[in-house]
């Protein structure tokens, strides 16, 4: 009788493990995957663009946005850096480049350019 039990209470463990996993429940501990990030760009200049590139992700780049102008995009965690281009408008059509940034897994950026394109201002804020 107790052998018969015990089979009983394998089947039904094994069947309710069926079902957790048919569910997609997962059983045990897990390392949580890197959580997805935000990078905004904001432009508070008065005479460049900018747009800003991200140098490991085949060419991915925001749109340029012009003085006044923010636009934002979705970082996989896939993203870990970037760097900013500013390019002067009307007459001035020349471009220039900050310097590589990364971004922590996980983590949004804020990223201002402000000031003239003579001398412009960069500030990265990381959340």
């Not at 996993?21 to 663009?49: D, E, K, M, Q, W």
């Amino acid at each position: 009788m107790t052998a018969a039990l015990s089979r009983g209470k394998t089947i039904a463990l094994a069947m309710a493990l069926g079902l957790l996993l048919s569910f997609g429940i997962t059983i045990g501990t897990a390392a949580p995957a890197a959580a997805a990030g935000t990078f905004r760009l904001c432009n508070v200049a008065s005479n460049y663009t900018a747009h800003a590139t991200f140098s490991n992700s085949g060419g991915f780049s925001t749109r340029v946005v012009g003085p006044g102008q923010c636009t934002s995009v979705g970082l996989s965690s896939g993203f870990r850096s970037y760097s900013v281009t500013i390019r002067g408008t009307w007459a001035n059509a020349a471009s220039k480049r900050t310097h590589l940034y990364n971004i922590p897994a996980g983590r949004s950026i804020d990223f201002h350019t402000g000031g003239t394109f003579a001398s412009p201002q960069f500030t990265p804020l990381v959340y």
